[in-house]
């Protein structure tokens, strides 16, 4: 049965680029475009390093709206509408809590490889492992 709302998170890497487009041409459903800001003071973010301040919130703000305004541009280049979304968080964490908490069923993300961790890791980045690993529905990774 083909999905009927996907879930798309994105986070500026050609390949989450890939995975909207994919989303895009592949599905004609719902689709919803997510883009999760690292809180500042979390130890993934600049904010580890650096004590937060306004003008890094508003940098990574701006930044999420960038990304945003492209994938609907993209979207329209598609004759296609989305619907968009940004939240704060854990990437991993927060696209999991938006597909439980959401009418999603397919989620269409990108995956990238590291130097450490296990082959999977390598492969898919830990962002994608947690997903495919913890998600309720199914969810495609982009390479």
Known sequence: MPPVHVLVPLD???LADEALTHA???FDCRVT????VTPLDATMSEGGILEPD???RTTARERA???I??????????????????ETGDPAETILEYVENRDVD?????GHG??????TRRLLGTVATAVVRESPVTVTVVR
């Open 33 to 36: 475009v997510l883009n999760i």
């Open 12 to 14: 500026g890497s050609p």
């Open 69 to 86: 305004e492209r994938a609907e541009d993209r979207a329209a280049t598609e004759g296609r509408t989305i619907e968009t979304v940004v």
């Open 65 to 67: 709206d960038r990304l």
């Open 24 to 26: 895009l041409t592949v």
């Open 114 to 119: 590291g130097e450490r961790g296990d082959a």
């Open 106 to 110: 397919h989620v269409i993300m990108g």
């Open 54 to 56: 306004e003008r890094r």
